[in-house]
């Protein structure tokens, strides 16, 4: 071949390559192929058709722990989607302390690109969250993190952007809602005008109050609600009732069926977890639940040394692994 012939051939192969690439994500039938970009109506999270959607999946663990990142893989997403039925999976990458993303982004970087591509294949939607407590004094590492994720995958529908995973005593009007607001105006919303974000409150992502006295300014902004059934109970349910009266649009982001530790003493609440189901359903609230992971504590989904690539037998899932599975395919 000439080298004209090698050049267009070199092109055809790469434009080969784009076509492939894009009818391989978001297949035909899948959730994302059915229901597309998301927006809000009102309080209401709807699909491309103006029809309101409720997304329900498991959030991973930390993935800057071992726990966490044996079960980042591509294989769990595809037993979660096709075994379990989740339709969205929760990222949370860790901030801090060492080792994670503040001193390692490349690393990370890779991870989250490996795992926002595997929810495009499988056709569900993908959370991914800046899991961190305090993130006041990292606005540029943020902000340069979903600029990046923004150009690489904002225009997909697929992806939805966590803020601040669970502020704890910050001040929501003085502290959280300026930094989350300075992230959407200016890492965000300049590359992906549409996609949701969710923003965190104080006291661990539970003050929703606050936020729907003094909301932020934008397109399809959703506040998280975070709880664990064997702490929260009907008093925060009555408090995201009030917030959405006043106007505010709330995504369960995380919710574990232990108590608020994670549930290291092995306590479980499965029937306070189903009232609260019960209600995430009359609401059409949706949610992911904490988490994928074998570590030993009572909300992890997975026993200890549960296959790294899923395929889980009932012998590999834990009770509350057990308990949600069934949630989420009924
Ligand atoms: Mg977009």
């Known amino acids: ?7 267009a051939a070199a092109i055809l192969s790469l434009f080969m390559t784009a076509i492939m690439g894009a009818q391989s994500w978001n297949p035909p039938g899948s959730f994302v192929d059915k229901h597309g970009q998301l927006r809000l109506e009102g309080t209401r999270l709807v699909d491309e058709n103006g029809k309101p959607v409720q997304l329900k999946g498991m959030s ?13 893989n591509r294989d769990v997403v595809e037993t979660l989607v096709d075994d379990w039925g989740c339709t969205v999976y929760r990222l949370p990458v860790g901030i801090e302390p060492d080792g994670a993303y503040i001193q390692n982004p490349v690393k990370y970087q890779e991870m989250v690109k490996d795992m926002v591509e595997a929810c495009l294949e499988e056709g569900i939607y993908v959370i991914v969250d800046w899991h961190a407590h305090d993130t006041l004094g990292f606005g540029k590492q943020e902000a340069d993190f979903f600029k990046w994720l923004a150009e690489s995958y904002g225009g997909y529908p697929n992806v939805i952007y966590e803020l601040w995973n669970e502020p704890i005593k910050q001040s929501w009007s003085d502290e959280i809602k300026p930094y989350t607001q300075k992230i959407i105006d200016e890492a965000i919303r300049p590359i992906d005008p549409d996609n949701i974000i969710l923003a ?11 936020c729907a006295a003094d909301p932020l300014n934008g397109r399809n902004i959703m506040y998280s609600l975070h709880f664990y059934a064997g702490t929260h109970t009907g008093w925060l ?7 959405m009266e006043d106007g505010l649009p709330v995504f369960i982001s995380e919710w574990g069926t232990s108590a ?7 306590d479980l609440y499965l029937s306070e977890s189903r009232d609260w189901i019960d209600w995430m359903d009359q609401y059409r609230l949706s949610w992911c639940n904490w988490s994928v992971s074998d570590k030993k504590e009572s909300s992890a989904a997975l026993l200890p040394g549960a296959n790294p690539l899923g395929g889980w037998s009932d012998g590999e899932i834990s009770p509350s692994g057990r308990f949600i599975r069934e949630m989420i395919r009924k």
């Open 237 to 243: 349910m009555g408090r995201a009732e009030k917030a």
């Open 1 to 7: 071949m000439t080298n004209k012939a090698l050049i």
């Open 260 to 266: 608020a530790d994670g549930g290291s003493n092995g």
């Open 200 to 210: 965190g409150s104080s006291n661990w992502s539970t003050d929703l109050h606050l």
């Open 60 to 72: 991973a663990f930390w993935i800057n722990w071992a726990s966490g990142a044996r079960y980042a």
